[in-house]
Each structure stands twice: as structure tokens, then as C-alpha cells.
């Protein structure tokens, strides 16, 4: 019986559905497209997670801060590999790097675009090729400061120190580009990312 | 129709279950495939043997998360067709209903009394969320269910399954045919 009362509850019970909806399975009233596989997810949060642990809470001299790093860039080697053989919106084709789309999506929403894209937009695409090479960085440079070759040597830990700060400014990017996109296409991104659906308002354009 | 809503939230589980796995075994392989590469610059004759082993346990993980990613997949793209047919009779459903009241000629009113009973909701219940007396309601029924020719609440249900069935045989033949 759910699944008759999410399509009508809300609205005026018994009302007439909307003539034409329901035949062509157009437009319905705020569709939920499954959109982020439980992996994308559980990459992400964890990602999070693991960034928030060594920014904050572990001593960058410890053991842990180390591992909490290699957990960081496995999980990018992981999301990379996913990205490659993955669910549909999770892979590089529906998200390429590509400025030039960046540069076109800038400026329909100067317009007023406010269509839904149901992977990343093509800013965010950027965004997220942008933290996951600074992950990189920072957990190769990080490397580098345990090594024989590269020990005590300033460049390296200066380098560390150069990605830490780009990934700080980025993450907080991230987060407003995130809350901008949600006012703007009208769809809960967070709550995309923590249930996996983008619940898309009634006659937005998809792309 | 309506059971096939839960192995759509068990094939979920599953898949949540999976992608778990997949991210646990992935970081175990990453962590013997630096392991080898750390070894290997070590260079020592005796630990050869040692060194092939841990290779060949991280050959077998990689194998064993590009498979488990490649299932992961495949239990997704299902979960999402199951979905899609779900919303297909969804929507087939409340055009039968709505053909039906069309058919019986139910007013307003009564078009949405009518569509609260087959969701199942008390009549009390139904007086509360539309602002009217219980008396009002019970009237309408008994309106709905005269021009609809049935004696109550699980006739005027039956109406609709019925259809359901008559029409899932139909195509059931037709595809024999």
C-alpha cells in the first residue's frame, strides 16, 4: 500500500492524477532517482571521514596520521577503479574533466538554467577530480617523508603541506558548492548522498 | 504487486552488505600489494617464496573486488528495473481506479472518499483528514458502493484486484499465443 500512498499523500487525496502522467510516465510530481550505489557512498563518507581524522585529530608525527592516510588513498584507488566498472553515474563517462563543460554550465546559470543533473554537474565534476588528486598528493608526499630517500627533506614536507591547505580550501568549496546546488536545482544533495536518491522537483529538466 | 516491494529493499541490503565487502577486501589488497612493493625493495633471497605468496594473495583479492564490483553492478541495474516495473503498475493501477470511477459516475467528493477506503483507511479516519462528519462519510460509502453494485468496503477492493489478475492472465495468454 506504500507504494500507492507516496504517489498521492501530500496532495488532495482521490484528486484526479494529472491527465497525461501516468501514460507517457512523463513528468510525475518529485521523482526519487536512485542515483549513488551504496559504494560511491560508503567511499565518500569514509573519504570524509578520514580527512576530517587526520586534519583534526591525529599527530601528524604518529603511526596513525600514516595509516589513516593510506586508508585516504586507497579509498580513491578504489573509487578510481569503481569509476572504470561501476554503476552508470558513478563512472568517469558521466562525469568527464571537463572545463569547457564547466565553463557552459557557469553560464546557463547565470541564465537561470536550473535543470538536474543526476550524476555530478560539470563543476562539481571538477571539484571531484580536483580533492581526489590532492588526496593523492597528500598521502605520495606523505609517503615520501617516511622513506630513506626523501626523509628530513624540506620540499617534500613544504609540498605536504601545500596540498593539506588546497584540500582545506577545496573541502569548503565543496561543501558550499554543494548547499549552492541544492538551492539552485531544488534537489536535497546530502540527503542524495546519504540514501543514494536525488528527489527531483516537479518539471525540472534533467540532463 | 505489493510484496514485490520487499525484494526490492532486501536486494538493497544486499547490495549495501556487498559494497561493504568490496571496500574492505579492496583496501586488504592495496595493503598487500604496498606490502610486496615495500618487500621488493628490501631485496632478500630467503623471503622469495614469502614475497610470491603475498603476490599471489593480492592477484586473488584484486580478482576477487573487480568481480565482487562487477556483481555489485549487475544487483544494482536489477534493483532499478524492479523499481521501474513496480512504478509501471503504480501507475496502471491509478489509471484503472480512476477508469472505474469515471465509469461509476462518482462525484468529487466522493472520488476521494472512494480512493482513502482502498487505502484502507477507517472511516472515522476519513471524516478527521476531509472535515466532515462521520454520518457524511458513511453516507458517501453507501453512495460509492450502490453505484458501484458492491455490498462494501472488501467487494469494492475485490473490484480492482480482480482486474488486476484478469488483466496479468491476458497478457499471461497473449504471450502463450
Known sequence: MTSLDTQTSGRHPGARPETGAPETGGPEPARTVPVWDPLVRLIHWSLALSILINSAFTDEESRLHEWVGYVALGLVAVRLLWGLIGTKPARFT?????????????????????????????????????????????GATGYMMTTVTFFGMEWVEELHE???????????????????????????????????RKRVPEGRPVE | MFSRLMPVLTQERRAATLAVIILFQALCALFFIG?????????????????????????????????????????????????????AAR????????????????????????????????????????GTAP????????????????????????????????????????AAA
Open chain 2, 135 to 174: 454520518g457524511t462519510v458513511r453516507a458517501q460509502c453507501a453512495k460509492i458502493y450502490a453505484k458501484a453494485q458492491v455490498d462494501g468496503r472488501s467487494q469494492l477492493l475485490s473490484v480492482f484486484l480482480e482486474e488486476l489478475f484478469a488483466q496479468g492472465m491476458e497478457q499471461f495468454e497473449k
Open chain 2, 35 to 87: 606490502d610486496v612493493i615495500v618487500d621488493l625493495q628490501g631485496g632478500d633471497g630467503l623471503v622469495e617464496l614469502h614475497l610470491a605468496i603475498e603476490a599471489c594473495v593480492a592477484l586473488g583479492l584484486v580478482a576477487g573486488v573487480v568481480f565482487l564490483m562487477v556483481e555489485l553492478r549487475i544487483l544494482i541495474q536489477r534493483v532499478a528495473s524492479m523499481e521501474t516495473g513496480l512504478r
Open chain 1, 94 to 138: 558521466a562525469f568527464p574533466p571537463s572545463p569547457a563543460r564547466a565553463l557552459h554550465h557557469v553560464f546557463a546559470m547565470l541564465k537561470g538554467d536550473r535543470s538536474v543533473h543526476l550524476s555530478h554537474n560539470p563543476l562539481g565534476a571538477l571539484m571531484v577530480y580536483n580533492i581526489w588528486a590532492t588526496v593523492a598528493a597528500l
Open chain 2, 91 to 130: 501507475g496502471e493501477m491509478a489509471q484503472l481506479v480512476d477508469h472505474f470511477f469515471d465509469q461509476w459516475g462518482l462525484t468529487p467528493s466522493e472520488r476521494d472518499v472512494a480512493l482513502m477506503i482502498l487505502k484502507g483507511i477507517e472511516n472515522d479516519a476519513i471524516a478527521e483528514m476531509r
Open chain 1, 162 to 196: 601545500a596540498a593539506f591547505g588546497w584540500l582545506m580550501f577545496s573541502v569548503a568549496l565543496h561543501v558550499a558548492g554543494v548547499f549552492f546546488d541544492t538551492w539552485r536545482s531544488g534537489v536535497p544533495l546530502v540527503r542524495a548522498m546519504i540514501d543514494g
